[in-house]
């Protein structure tokens, strides 16, 4: 883990790169690969172990730059990647589009709407994943819709294609994080008081309604409530354990630490929820963004006060190491490398 001098090393942008606007690992190769999003709209394939870039698409997604930022949140182009790089999506986080490419042909497969609905207050709704041998698309259609596509052909899997948002239905959808097996989805959305409630659903659960599984379906399970505080820091720590930035239930009480939540099991003691998952350990320290490496903890600091990267030990809250003065942005699970971009250089440190 986290041993010798600590430190962080700088590998330069490659020529060609330009400004870097995104990066997105991909995730299933063993070894440092990512996708880089230049300012232009150049996607490439970039082996930072080999020191090897390769053009292989562009992206023409709009901006959205007449928008204003809402509290500090600027509308801005984000890169995603399956699982082998195979297929990329750009979308506008704060924003309504976004557009799936495959990289083989640079060929758009899916064009992307969320349909607005508050879309200023949470980054697009969008995760990649694997279901019955193909690459999928979970992405959000509306503000408390979420359908899947199939990345390849663009066609939507889940139905009736023609039914949209349920009046009853008012969960405002957020940033989506696929579970390391692959099977459920962290959704970082909220609801009207304004509380952020994170949750944990199954897309594969009811094929043929999983557009309501994140609102109410069976395996449906969320963690906690905040008033006024959602968009915030959280990882899974495995395919079971979830870490959720921020101690409290308001945003005027927030305090920075981590909370660590089961979500095999559900309990009861919730002011806002009914019935959450069960928290195991809750601990101050952690800030910045959180990462895993299926064991640890590891939040990315804050350049305000914070240390750098640290690892934690999420049963115990005990930390078990730092790297001083960096703060990464990116991490690589497959490669075990975290990134930092400085502008014409990344910061790298691999665990």
Request: hydrophobic fraction near 40%; include cysteine; charge should be negative.
């Amino acid at each position: 883990m986290i041993g010798g001098d600590g430190g962080a090393r700088e590998v330069p942008v490659p020529a060609g790169v330009g400004e870097i606007a995104s990066l997105a690992p991909v995730s299933g190769a063993g070894r440092p690969v990512w996708l880089v999003l230049g300012a232009d709209g150049t996607i490439g394939r970039w082996d930072m172990a080999a020191g090897v870039f390769e053009p292989v698409a562009a992206t023409t997604l709009a901006t959205e730059s007449d928008r204003e930022p809402w509290t500090g949140h600027r509308c801005r182009r984000r890169l995603h990647a399956s699982g082998d790089g195979t297929f990329a999506a750009v979308v506008n986080d704060y924003g309504r589009y976004g557009e799936v490419i495959d990289l083989r042909t640079g060929r758009t497969t899916l064009t992307l709407d969320n349909q607005g609905g508050h879309e200023e207050t949470v980054p697009f709704s969008l995760a990649f994943a694997r279901r019955a041998g193909r690459d999928v698309v979970v992405h959000r259609t509306d503000r408390n819709r979420l359908d899947v596509s199939d990345a390849r052909t663009g066609a939507l899997l889940t139905g009736p294609a023609d039914e949209r948002a349920r009046p009853e239905h008012d969960y405002f959808h957020g940033a989506l994080r696929m579970s390391p097996d692959g099977r459920r989805v962290l959704d970082d959305g909220w609801v009207w008081h304004p509380v952020g409630i994170p949750t944990v659903w199954d897309p594969a659960a009811r094929p043929q309604d999983a557009a309501w599984e994140s609102e109410d379906g069976s395996g449906r399970v969320p963690l906690c409530g905040r008033a006024y505080y959602w968009d915030r820091p959280m990882a899974w720590i495995d395919s079971t354990r979830v870490a959720v930035a921020g101690l409290g239930d308001d945003e005027e009480v927030m305090r920075p630490g981590a909370r660590i939540f089961d979500t095999t099991r559900t309990a009861q003691d919730d002011p806002w929820c009914p019935t959450t998952a069960v928290e195991l350990a809750s601990f101050e320290g952690p800030s910045g963004q959180f990462f895993s490496d299926g064991t640890h903890l590891f939040s990315g600091g804050d350049a305000d006060g914070a240390a750098g990267l640290s690892a934690w030990d999420p049963a115990t809250g005990r930390l078990l190491g730092v790297v001083p003065g960096f703060f990464p942005a990116q991490h690589h699970p497959g490669a075990g490398q975290f990134v930092e971009n400085v502008g014409d250089a990344v910061r790298v440190w691999t665990a």
